[in-house]
């Protein structure tokens, strides 16, 4: 069963910190890894990783995947209230069940000001 | 960027009632398109594979027959909770892929979500 697991579960900072979110997976024909920002209603695009070792940034937010050891980052620098959220990664799966997201149970990160 | 359309995006109904949700893509086609449930403070959990002109695809423990989903088009899909209860009450989530050239990598594109209410 495909399978995908984020750490911390929840995570309280100031702003102007960083932080570091991770993601492991298990998943038959693996094809991309996707990262997305929920706030109150439905979960807005972040990244979408498919080589190892390629970052992908944009602002503040960045994102790494390494296919070897199943794993993949993200990381937010200096920190605003604005970041509060959950964040969520997928792991997406390709042939027969291309588009077919297993998401990870979420990161709930909190920014005090 | 592509738009996925979910109306309502809000919903009470009393228990024992019908509900449709609809999901459109606007601006592109979608011939796979995903229901996910997500109840407070859990993650998404995929609830079954909407493909056009076929039936759906339902993963283990969802009730077909309760959750009725419908491809007419390939920029539409309609969930239909039949004899809602209170444990129904949720948060709907559709996602559709753009029909796109085999091997693109492409990200599932999400509407805004459905919460629905049995009372």
């Known amino acids: 069963e495909d399978k995908v697991v984020q750490s911390p579960l929840s995570l309280v900072v100031h702003e102007g910190d960083t932080v570091t979110l991770n993601c492991s997976y298990e998943v038959t024909n693996f094809r991309s890894l996707l990262w997305y920002k929920q706030e109150k209603k439905a979960p807005t695009f972040l990244f979408m990783l498919t080589s190892s070792g390629i970052e992908k940034k944009s602002g503040r937010l960045s994102s790494i995947l390494d296919k070897k050891e199943l794993f993949s980052i993200l990381n937010i620098t200096a920190t605003q209230t604005g970041d509060s959220a959950v964040y969520l990664c997928a792991a997406n799966a390709g042939g027969t069940s291309y588009g077919k997201l297993t998401f990870g149970q979420g990161t709930i990160l909190t920014v005090h000001p | 960027g592509a738009v996925v359309s979910q109306h309502p995006s809000r919903v009470i109904c009393k228990s024992g009632t019908s509900v449709k949700i609809e999901c459109r893509s606007l601006d592109f086609q979608a011939t796979t398109m995903f229901w996910y449930r997500q109840f407070p403070k859990q993650s998404l959990m995929l609830m079954a594979t909407?493909?056009?002109?076929?039936?759906?695809?339902?993963e283990q423990g969802v009730e077909k027959d309760k959750f009725l989903i419908n491809h007419a088009s390939l920029t539409l899909s309609t969930l239909t909770v039949t004899s809602a209860h209170p444990e129904d009450s949720s948060f709907y989530i559709c996602?559709?892929?753009?029909?796109?050239?085999?091997?693109?990598?492409?990200?599932?594109?999400f509407g805004q979500g459905t919460r629905l209410t049995v009372v």
């Open positions: 996602s559709a892929i753009p029909r796109g050239r085999p091997g693109v990598n492409t990200e599932a594109f």
């Open positions: 909407s493909n056009e002109g076929s039936k759906a695809t339902y």
